[in-house]
């Protein structure tokens, strides 16, 4: 094991820790930006550092196909090779199952893509998906699982779960790093409690140096998605760190925190960015609206990141449309932005004050007091008054995984 993770603090079910990585020494709860190919678009590393980016997120599949694992490891690793001095985090391939089944054929050998550089057959095992990320040389290398949507129902769930069991006997017999790499395990099961808490219980046995929750955020009503979480968080153990993936909307970050959580990542931050969106306090700002044009505001006058510093709503609002630059400072505000979330969740936990933080946070996101009914359900089950910031019979429509929560 090559990690040491240390709480420094607590609210109930809330934890705030020290994640030492062979390369680095972060502080949870974090979010990871993704960079699918080794870079986040339209940022350098240096301005990574500055925001405080403490893991970066790659692709097995991805970096795979294109430079290839094998130049990099020639080329000293992916840290090396990418001149990132930091941690970093390697998907095992297996979220291709879902966003590229298309090119896939799932067996119990592993998957086959068809190559989308030159169309050929790939096939990803368990095993060569460790044997990609020794190469690449990630502080934390993924398990292969067998994804599936959380939306689909049946017996294809019960089988992803149970091969995921299988597969993950199989990455750990062939991970031959393991004094400087850490294995993560990834519970699914889909929204069935009974199968998610075998996968659990399966993974535990094996003492793993972490692990993720994987299966979600990928349309699931959030009822279900934060109950999944609450349960799995609860049945993992107290001293391994606990990654919710595919969560990047900063309402969910703070519930799976306040649930126990510490790890996140995704490309919303980002993504969102290039569609001319910032990301604030009160939930989502679009810059590419008309009202932006004469706005000389920052896009957030209570950010301290460079680009609210420097430039008004209505100078990117002129860029979004046109210009790179556009979705550059707005990526770079945007992940300022979660890197601030994530210190502030820890500060607050580590001070003792996290329930005046999420209330604050969510007075500013909910002005009228319409917290979403499933947020209060969270909050109550993580020991969190938030009675407060709610009104009494609080409408607010619930929205799925797949939308961004709040828009002005």
Not at 228 to 246: F, H, I, S, W
Not at 336 to 353: A, E
Request: proline share 6%.
């Amino acid at each position: 094991m090559a990690l040491r993770f240390e709480v420094l603090g607590r609210f109930n079910r809330a934890r705030a820790a020290q994640l030492t990585l062979p390369h680095f020494v972060s502080q949870t709860p974090l979010f990871m930006p993704v960079g699918t190919q080794g870079t986040i678009k339209g940022l350098t590393n240096d301005q990574l550092e500055e925001i405080g980016c403490q893991i970066i997120l790659g692709n097995t599949y991805h970096l795979a196909l294109r430079p290839t694992s094998e130049l990099i490891d020639e080329l000293g690793g992916l840290h090396k090779f990418m001149n990132w001095p930091r941690a970093l985090l390697t998907d095992s391939g297996g979220f291709q199952m879902v966003s590229l089944l298309h090119l896939a054929d799932i067996t119990e050998k592993g998957v086959t893509f068809q190559s989308p550089v030159d169309g050929k057959p790939m096939l990803l095992t368990p095993e060569e998906s460790i044997q990609i990320q020794n190469r690449i040389g990630a502080d934390i290398i993924m398990a292969l699982d067998d994804v599936v949507r959380t939306t689909i129902t049946g017996p294809r769930i019960e089988e992803a779960m149970y091969r995921t069991l299988r597969w993950i006997d199989r990455c750990i017999a062939a991970h031959k790093r393991p004094n400087e790499q850490n294995l993560f395990g990834i519970i699914q099961g889909g929204l069935d409690p009974v199968l998610r808490d075998i996968c659990v219980r399966g993974l535990v046995e094996r003492n793993l140096p972490g692990y993720a929750i994987g299966g979600l955020a990928g349309g699931e009503d959030k009822d279900s998605f934060w109950r999944v979480v609450a349960q799995c968080t609860a049945a993992l153990p107290e001293d391994k760190p606990r990654y919710v993936m595919g969560v990047g909307y900063p309402l969910d970050i703070v519930v799976c925190s306040a649930l126990g959580a510490d790890m996140y990542d995704c490309v919303y931050p980002t993504r969102t960015a290039r569609f001319g969106t910032a990301l604030v306090p009160e939930g989502v700002l679009k810059l590419k609206h008309r009202a932006m044009a004469t706005d000389t505001r920052p896009i957030d006058p209570s950010c301290n990141c460079m680009v609210c510093k420097k430039y008004s709503r209505a100078y990117i609002h002129c860029l979004v449309t046109k210009d790179a630059m556009g979705s550059q400072l707005l990526s770079y505000h945007n992940l300022f932005y979660m890197m601030k979330l994530s210190s502030d969740l820890h500060s607050s936990i580590v001070q003792g004050r996290f329930p005046e933080f999420v209330c604050k946070f969510l007075q500013k996101m909910f002005p009228e007091g319409d917290v979403p009914e499933w947020v209060c359900n969270a909050m109550e089950v993580a020991g969190i008054d938030i009675s407060l910031c709610c009104s009494p019979f609080s409408s607010s429509p619930e929205y799925r995984n797949s939308e961004i929560p709040t828009d002005f």
